[in-house]
């Protein structure tokens, strides 16, 4: 198989932004003052996360997003923007809000562990104004997109009553409506399909599950959404696709000696949405999904995968 039809199409990636900051160095001795390891920092960088990780997934498969999201007007606000920029992003949907910090989440990492993990971030809903403002960036957007993707972290820039506009919104533009969920923003209006990891879908079905059982408790779980498909990660497990006619089938994940498993997950989404975009089957944007997340899995740091290295993979299944 050959690459999908997707290079050119426009997807509107709506979603909480994060900035990911890497600290890497050496331990060789233990802290004076407490009894922790001091690193010695050899290296620093940034990268683009949360949303912003599916909008670059898009760009590196040939596709062209546009991001809409909050940030604040700090310091890693400016960085992102910046980041953005350097990464050939547009930022113009992009709402930097006032006296909001920006989701910074700093890792640790000493003789290739991770030490320790910083936060910085608020998950408090938006307030009235910028929420307007994510809204009227959507309306500028999504008259011309060929998808819409939400890509949900559960850090305030979603509420119900937005994700029922998004649901409409798309709806009316006719376009696929692919969504990364968190548990308590259930049920996703209008979505077509959602993509849970196991335990976003534990949260969703109230209860642990084993992979056999998933097909019945998605079926279950569609009906009463509405949606037409559930695609749930299973990490090294691959997926279970459950539509709303028809068996659930289970793509094994490739197995392939895994350097880094962190946003696969983003991987995931932004291929749904472009094998959608360009006219795929759910079941065959599924597997090429599955393709590109074990890509991106075997390398190092929030990775993304090119359409080369997608049209390799897909070839070796064959
Ligand atoms: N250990 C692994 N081996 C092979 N493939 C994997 C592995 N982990 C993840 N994958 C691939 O990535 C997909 C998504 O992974 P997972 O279910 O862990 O998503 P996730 O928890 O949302 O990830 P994240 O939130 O870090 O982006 C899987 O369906 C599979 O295709
Ligand atoms: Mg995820």
């Known amino acids: 198989m050959g690459l999908p039809g997707w290079p050119g199409k426009k997807i509107l990636v709506v979603g909480d932004l994060i900035l990911d900051h890497f600290v890497r ?3 060789k001795r233990i802290s004076p ?3 922790v390891p001091v690193v010695e920092v050899e290296d620093e960088h940034f990268i683009l996360g949360g949303a912003a990780n599916v909008a670059s997934n898009i760009k590196a498969l040939g596709g062209i997003p546009f991001l809409v999201g909050a940030i604040g007007d700090d310091r890693s606000g400016s960085d992102f923007i910046q980041l953005m920029q350097y990464s050939g992003l547009s930022s113009s949907g992009v709402i930097q809000v006032h006296g909001r910090p920006t989701s910074l989440k700093t890792r640790v990492i000493a003789n290739h562990q991770q030490v320790v993990r910083v936060d910085r971030e608020v998950s408090e ?4 104004d910028a929420a307007k403002a994510v809204k009227s960036a959507i309306s500028r957007y999504i008259g011309d997109c060929d998808a819409v993707v939400v890509s949900d972290y559960a850090k305030g820039l979603f509420s119900p009553s937005l994700l029922a506009w998004i649901g409409e919104a798309s709806r009316k533009a006719r376009v ?5 969920p968190k548990p308590v923003h259930f049920p996703y209006p209008g979505a077509t399909v959602v993509t849970p990891n196991r335990s976003e879908a534990q949260g969703f079905f109230g209860r642990e599950f084993r992979t056999e059982d998933a097909g019945e408790a998605g079926r279950r779980l569609i009906e009463k959404a509405g949606w037409e498909a559930l695609l749930i990660t299973l990490g090294s497990e691959g997926m279970v696709l459950c539509r709303k006619k028809g068996r659930p089938v289970h793509i094994p994940a490739r197995v392939r000696e ?3 498993v962190t946003g696969a997950g983003d991987t995931v989404v932004a291929v749904m949405a472009l094998g959608l975009s360009a006219g795929l089957s759910m079941e065959a944007a599924a597997r090429t999904a599955n393709a590109a997340a074990g890509v991106v ?3 190092a740091g929030t990775a993304v995968c090119t359409p080369r290295e997608l049209e390799a993979a897909l070839r070796a299944e064959q």
Not at 125 to 128: A, D, E, H, I, P
């Open 125 to 128: 809903r938006l307030k009235l």
């Open 297 to 299: 899995v075997g390398k």
């Open 176 to 180: 696929p409506y692919v969504v990364d």
């Open 258 to 260: 895994v350097f880094d």
């Open 33 to 35: 003052e407490a009894p």
């Open 25 to 27: 160095g050496s331990v």
